[in-house]
Structures are given as C-alpha cells and as structure tokens.
C-alpha cells in the first residue's frame, strides 16, 4: 500500500462528506491507496456517513480524545507507506495528493510535506511558520511576526519550520521513528511538537504549494467554545516551549505574548469590529496558560456524560 488518506473527525458532519467526496475526486489513479477515518465520539451521525461509503475504514472511538492521540492511532492502522493526515474540513484540490506524494518520492531525507491552505474564498492562508523560539515571540511582541516567522511563500517547494496538519503528508517511517504524535499535547502544537522532533532526528518538513486544500475551519459558535480553544491553544503552546527550551525561554515567551494581546486588546478599544475581551482572554491565558477550562475538560466531561 502506497498511500493512506488519514481523516480525523469529530462531529464535523456535512464536512466530512464533503472531505471524503474530495479524496474520491483527488486520489491518484496510478497510486494504491485506503481511506481510513477515525470518528472522535461524534454524536451528530458522522459514523453513519462514513458506514454509507463503500470502501472506507472506520475507526470509531467510544471515548472522545485528544488530536494528537487521534492522529498517531491513524497512522498505527494505516498500511501505507505515506500516510496524508486530513481534518475533517479540509477539501483537497485537484492534483494535491500527488504533488505532496511526488515530493516524498523525489527527497527521502523528507519526513512530511504540506498543503497550501485556502479559505473558502480561495485566499491563500498562512499554513508555515519558523519553528516556535524566543526569537519569534520577540517577532510577535513587535508585531512583525507575518514577516519575521511565516514561511508559506513563494511558487516552489521549500524547507520549513513546520506545517499546519490539516493536508499533511507524512512518511509513516519517520513518525514510528520518532515514537508518533506526542499525547499530551491535547490539539494545538501537537504538529509543530511532532516536525520539531522530526528535525531534530535529521528528517526535512517540505512546503509544496503545488498542492492546495480548501480549509474551512470550524470556528466556535459561542463564547464558551471560543474561551475553551482559546485556553488550548496557550496551553498547547507552553507544553512545547518548555518541552524544548529552558525554563526561562518559556516565561519570557509567556510575557512576550501575553503583552502584544494586550497591546490589541487597547487598539482594539479604538478599532471597529474588533472585540477587546478576547484579546485580553488571549493575554491572560498566555501569562497563565493553565487557568480556566480547555478543550480536555470539555473533552472529559462529554465522556463523562456518556
């Protein structure tokens, strides 16, 4: 088996068929290729949508878990050589697996190569970055970040510091090399924590913008979700800067960022459209990331409920 279409998918519903209708158009003619998707809990019917398509493997999990833990079960199961780990709302574009395939065959030092990310409307979004230093949180403390730390630019497949893994492509050796996705990270960082650990083991993280997956992201409908990611996000992002910097690195990091939010939560005072309280809600869970209730907790008491 050459290639293994990898979805994760938690209540993602009318996404995910839309997904799944894009691997069926997308998949390589030549390639040998599975479709596994692994359903994180859902209660919205997603399992059904997936037992309705012929030749598509379900994992079906009773218990709601984290991204990462997700992902490196996907790739455990996973017969193929290159496994492409998608989100359920991401609907990849014609050509894309196989200018990310043609990449890991043409560099074996490889371990994973992304996507251009659109939104809906085709636009372009950043989807890679420097990998996570005191250097770039400087960069965001003088707000010239997008300059300074993203590096999804140019016509021609690069090396980076790491890729959203919403299309990521990834050489199934170099993740079991590695020892997979790190579970505790819950969902964010848990891909920049598992291209950092490729890099340090001498594999290269590929940019391939020849490949493109629309991305329509699925933002929180209420302010109580939107404060849980929110809390996640910082947490994720403070598990790995004390995985891999010192102490001292994370804190600094920690104020860093937690002072440009608040420096957009006071021009925010003054600019229409934008929200003060979530700027600050950033500052607050960046200085303390481990305040307040995340997506875990959220997580746990789903299962609880259960």
Not at 20 to 47: C, H, M
Not at 53 to 63: A, F
Not at 91 to 97: R, S, T, V, W, Y
Not at 159 to 173: F, I
């Amino acid at each position: 088996m050459e290639l293994s279409f990898c979805v994760v998918n938690t209540n993602g519903g009318p996404l995910l068929a839309r997904c799944l209708d894009a691997i069926e158009r997308t998949a390589p003619a030549d390639v040998d290729f599975e479709v596994l998707v692994l359903d994180n809990a859902s209660d919205d019917g997603s399992a059904e949508i997936v037992r309705r398509r012929r030749g598509v493997r379900l994992i079906e999990l009773e218990r709601r878990s984290g991204k990462a833990a997700n992902d490196s079960t996907l790739l455990q199961a996973a017969r193929g050589r290159f496994c492409l780990l998608l989100n359920e709302d991401a609907e990849l574009c014609d050509g894309a697996p196989q200018a990310l395939l043609q990449a890991l065959w043409h560099d074996p030092s490889a371990g994973c190569a992304g996507a251009q990310l659109l939104a809906p409307d085709g636009t372009p979004q950043a989807c890679a970055w420097r990998l996570p230093t005191l250097g770039t949180a400087l960069a965001a403390a003088f707000f010239v970040h997008r300059i300074a730390t993203v590096e999804s630019r140019g016509a021609t497949t690069r090396d980076v510091g790491w890729m959203q893994s919403s299309a990521l492509l990834v050489r199934r050796e170099a993740a079991a090399r590695i020892g997979w996705f790190d579970p505790d990270f819950f969902v964010y960082s848990d891909e920049t924590d598992f291209q950092k650990r490729l890099h340090d083991a001498g594999w290269r993280v590929l940019y391939v913008p020849q490949a493109r997956a629309i991305h329509h992201e699925q933002l929180a409908t209420d302010r109580a979700a939107a404060e849980r990611r929110i809390t996640e996000f910082h947490r994720g992002r403070d598990r790995y800067m004390r995985k891999h910097h010192t102490r001292a690195v994370a804190l600094a990091t920690r104020v860093l960022t937690a002072w440009s939010y608040a420096v957009r939560a006071l021009a925010a005072v003054a600019l229409p459209g934008r929200d003060p309280q979530r700027f600050l809600l950033h500052a607050s869970r960046a200085l303390v990331p481990g305040r307040g209730d995340g997506l875990r907790e959220a997580a746990a008491r789903f299962n609880e409920s259960r």
